[in-house]
């Protein structure tokens, strides 16, 4: 074949083939079915509209209602029933030799919590002694008056004056014992040293002294305060909106953080007469039996639970989506959009239903599961 004949030849193949490859491409993309469009999006001033082509994909339930007593719940931190603390004090002055106990430790009564040296003990026994010896002589002169005077020796006034000196020793030796007691002291074991023990049964949740310090007796600080944490006190904050939501003796359940699966009984036995004039809210206390698990200065929540019942709005768990620390729900807005709108919700309730406190009402219409007409809209 002639060289002029091929070369136009195979152009001609070459722009044969361009033109059916553009025809493929062309059949190509005229045959793939068209993808579902994504929801169209209207921004409006009062929430977010969603529309969709296939409304039916989401399903819709109706908020019911729920009927229950009003519940509010707060915070507070366990504390010690103060009519149940125990100060213990060394009515001695001097200085500590012995400690035998220490903060948090667990007392019984009558156990020796400490020691100390005292130059007022010894002061006391010495005024004690020399009451028992004066005491003896007055007692002996009195008996030397009366045989006197039956011999007509002395006059009356005499042995009166010696029945005096006598009744004056009594008192004194009498005055004398009780200052031992007072101090701590056991007059048949003279000593300078005093044993302080503890008065009652319970736990160490003060303590004010070391060993070798000095004491000044009552003037000092309590050396240790000792609690009876069988029973103790919850105090929560209750804003002054909320107070006519409780009353005195109103049952109250206790969830302490470190165990939260546990839930504790208490009772309302005082609200604060005084708000606090800077976050206005009242002092509540609620005392609790301790099961041995409550522990001073541990953060609970305190649900109480008002005495009436009270109509609830519940929609399922599913139809709230939570978002940016708020609560949302979808509803129908017309046959092919729907509408965000805020609620806010409570507490969660058997069945998978949760409460909505506001936003929605009973009847009103929600997307049963928000997850799906959410990941939609995210497309």
Known sequence: MKPSIVVPALLALAFAIVLAGCSRNMTAKTSRPADSAPPEIDHEQDGILIKVDTPGQFPLVAASTYVAAPALKVTGAVTADVSRNVPVVSMSAGRIVEIRARLGDTVQKGQLLMRVQSSDVADAFSEYRQAVVDEKLAVAQLARSKILYDKGAIAQKDLEVAQQTE?????EVETAVERLKVLGADKEHPTSFVDVVA??????????????AGTQGLASPNAFTISDLSRVWVVCDVYEDQLSSIALG????IRLNAYPDRVLKGTISNIGAVLDPAIRTAKVRIEVENPGIMRLGMFVEATFHGQGAQLHTVVPASAILHLHDRDWVYVPQDAHTFRRVEVRSGRLIPAGRQEILSGIRPGDRVVANVLLLDSSFEQ
């Open 167 to 171: 009744e004056k020793a009594d008192v």
């Open 199 to 212: 008065p009652v049964d319970g736990v160490i949740t003060d303590q004010q002294v070391t060993a070798a």
């Open 250 to 253: 109103e049952a109250a359940d």
